[in-house]
């Protein structure tokens, strides 16, 4: 009976690995093993009759309501070319500095990330927008392409993620927490990218030069730009974040805010236009979907999986690590890295990270900041060649006339940062 839970999680997998559809593969799984282990009389059936309830609770989670409220807030601001102006203001107050356009995209990045939330999002548009302006004024294409991934995944870890809603309810702590202590790495990741690119512009003038004369602006029309372009969509991330750090509201109310805040804007932007309105709902609608989809799916699959004693086999095995909490949290960390080159963090969020919190709690190690470590480690599997996931979003909006392999080069200096805030953070994790 000890082989069972083994062979479902290798089985389920598999199956993924094929192409499979991620919710399918789960629920399928789950069903077929519950069936052939009813037959082969190792399965209590009785255990199936708790999965309407929990489906249930699925579609009534309030904490999951966030979702869709953050995901409509970024891409309304997306569709209704907020966020391109935002990008082009930047752009138009650092540009007249060595390395300021570039400086100006890891800016906008942070900004973008604490609007929406998606990595896939963030990457396209800053591509879309930023990267013909970064090469046209003699950027290098290793740095404009390595500057554009590595901001456009800063919402993996930078709140309102919603890598960490999804990680916060699916290891059962506060949200809340999650977003503040998520902050700081946050910073530290945007701070780390700003430093290395200013050192790049101060040492290799012809890296990153300044904007021409003939394309800046200044006085009252860059001041016009930065009131009407900038400080709206920063006063709208300040409202949203701070109801949520200053116990006001919780990160479902802070999110209706914010998807509220959105319209609001557009609508003074004079951009809330029905097409601008009907792709943001489709593309929340989606996503929303999705995320349901492989929540019930999950939920099927872990049920039968501790029917078989799945989560006794998970929890032995990783407590039973050489090194205690710390090799614990290599090995875990290891393993999300490398599943990250090929499923998407919602299915790692809710396969592995059930499996590894109960690991987690005998071990001793705090859940909130197991969180963050884990953020951190999916930000750098998506950058990482050549399964990254924010290199195919990159590629996609890439002129073809650049290789695939410049946008690798201008990714690896990133993702040395990325690993070296990921260390600091699982030592910081270790129980002292």
Do not use: C, H
């Amino acid at each position: 009976m000890s082989l069972w839970g083994p062979a479902m999680f290798l089985s389920v997998l598999a199956m993924i690995f094929t192409g499979y559809p991620v919710a399918f593969a789960l629920g399928g799984t789950a069903m077929i093993f519950a069936l052939v282990g009813d037959l082969a009389g190792v399965f209590p059936v009785p255990l199936l009759f708790a999965l309407p309830e929990r489906t249930f609770g699925t579609m009534s989670n309030f904490t999951l309501l966030a979702v869709p409220f953050f995901i409509f807030m970024g891409t309304l601001l997306e569709k209704s070319k907020l966020a391109e102006q935002l990008l082009e203001t930047i752009g138009l107050l650092f540009g007249r500095f060595r390395g300021g356009l570039a400086l100006g995209v890891i800016f906008v990045g942070a900004l973008l990330a604490a609007a929406t939330g998606v990595v896939g999002a963030s990457v396209t548009a800053m591509g879309l927008i930023s990267l013909p302006v970064m090469l046209r004024n003699g950027y290098k294409e290793d740095l404009s392409l390595g500057v554009i991934a590595a901001s456009g995944t800063l919402g993996q870890i930078i709140p309102p993620s919603i890598v960490l809603i999804v990680l916060g309810d699916q290891m059962g702590v506060s949200v809340g927490d999650l977003f503040r202590s998520a902050l700081v790495p946050g910073l530290v990741l945007t701070g780390a990218y700003a430093v290395y690119v200013a050192a790049i512009a101060f040492f290799k003038k012809e890296v990153a030069p300044a904007l021409s004369v003939e394309m800046r602006i200044s006085g009252w029309e860059l001041v016009r730009r930065v009131v009407l372009s900038l400080v709206p969509p920063l006063a709208l991330i300040v409202v949203v974040l701070g109801s949520i750090f200053a116990g006001v509201a919780t990160p479902t109310e802070a999110g209706a805010l914010g998807a509220i805040g959105a319209m609001t804007l557009a609508m003074m932007n004079r951009s809330l236009t029905f097409d601008a309105l009907k792709g943001a709902m489709e593309e929340t609608s989606r996503l929303t979907i999705m995320v349901v989809f492989l929540l019930i799916g999950s939920t099927a699959f872990a049920l039968v999986f501790r029917g078989f004693d799945g989560d006794l086999w998970i929890e032995g095995m990783l407590t039973g690590v050489p090194g205690g909490a710390l090799g614990f949290l290599i090995v875990v960390n290891l393993l999300v890295f490398l599943l990250g080159f090929f499923i998407d963090f919602f299915e790692i969020a809710f396969i592995i990270v059930p499996l590894i919190v109960p690991a987690a709690v005998v071990l001793g190690v705090d859940l909130v900041w197991l969180g963050i470590v884990l953020a951190v480690n999916l930000q750098t599997s998506f950058l990482t060649p050549p399964f990254g996931f924010s290199l195919f979003y990159l590629r996609g909006v890439t002129p073809e006339g650049i290789p695939t392999t410049a946008i690798y080069r201008g990714v690896i200096p990133f993702i040395g940062i990325q690993l070296i805030v990921l260390a600091a953070l699982i030592w910081m994790a270790v129980p002292k």
